[in-house]
């Protein structure tokens, strides 16, 4: 039976991943038709929680936890039922049950959004892996059984890894707005082993900070290297995607690069044309 609530969620879940994960969504249009819904569907939840935070407006931190458990909760009584009325959950809940993918995903996430209501600054990478771990890795996991890798068990170490890499390029790129938002999500350790914690507090791309970020971008790129073992396990239009994921993020690095690592000043962006022609040249090697 056609269900015109449900094509509406997933297209507001496209419509979400277009406007806000434009980088991410380039890279699913080399996905078959058929499974591109379902990654906006993901991407949907994610961006969706953050709305619902943002909406609540100047309110006390523990209104905004709340606001996040009430939330788990009716995400979780959706889940029991297998549907959903929200005009976005309605998708994901659609998408969780199709490829069977793990509730407990998403609890991770929903913890990593709740640090961020009262966690300012990592101190070190290990803590800030702890982080990311719901932010971003748990993410690549949840893609997997879209994906469909030859062997997922294999395959997760390097989807965990992509998202680090991804998360970990975001931070380095938007490190001006998390500074205005009294974020520091580079670890501290390292901001103070180049002598770079107060010029990058400041927003003085000194010397020092230039070296303390170019050593960031060397770490995420070390993800980006450690996650191509996946591409052994992936196959056709899922190794396409996956490859112009890497290489578009990867682009914002180089951005940073020829800002002179001055990230306060401007915005590493990659243009759309660069974008299209990465996802253009994926798709006619996979022809």
Avoid at 77 to 103: C, E, H, N, Y
Avoid at 109 to 133: I, V
Avoid at 190 to 195: A, G, N
Wanted: charged share 30%; net charge positive; glycine share 4%.
């Amino acid at each position: 039976m056609y269900d015109l609530a449900l094509e509406s969620s997933y297209k507001r879940c496209k419509a979400l991943n277009k406007r806000f994960g434009k980088t991410y969504y380039y890279s699913t249009l080399l996905l078959p038709r058929g499974k591109r819904p379902h990654v906006h569907a993901l991407y949907g939840f994610c961006r969706y929680v953050d709305d619902i935070v943002d909406d609540l407006g100047q309110v006390a931190i523990e209104e905004r936890i709340r606001a996040v458990n009430s939330f788990e909760a009716r995400f979780k009584q959706d889940l029991k039922s297998g549907v959903s009325k929200d005009k976005v959950l309605a998708a994901v809940v659609d998408t969780v049950t199709k490829f069977d993918i793990d509730p407990s995903f998403f609890e991770r996430f929903l913890r990593s959004m709740r640090m961020d209501f009262t966690k300012r600054r990592y101190e070190n990478l290990e803590e800030l892996m702890k982080y990311m771990d719901g932010s971003a890795a748990v993410i690549g996991e949840m893609m997997l059984p879209i994906l469909c890798p030859k062997n997922a068990d294999v395959a997760t170490d390097s989807a965990r890894s992509l998202g680090f890499a991804f998360q970990l390029t975001n931070f380095i790129r938007d490190a001006s707005e998390d500074l205005d938002r009294n974020r520091i999500y580079l670890p501290v350790v390292d901001l103070e082993r180049f002598d770079a914690l107060e010029d990058f507090k400041n927003k003085r791309c000194t010397p020092a900070v230039k070296n303390a970020l170019r050593y960031q971008v060397s770490v995420a790129r070390s993800f980006y290297r450690r996650s191509r073992d996946g591409d052994a396990y992936l196959e056709g239009s899922a190794l396409h995607c996956i490859r112009a994921a890497r290489q578009l993020y990867g682009k914002i690095l180089d951005k940073v690069e020829l800002l002179d690592y001055d990230v306060f000043s401007s915005r590493a962006h990659v243009r759309a044309v660069e974008k299209a022609w990465v996802v253009g040249r994926s798709a006619l090697r996979g022809k």
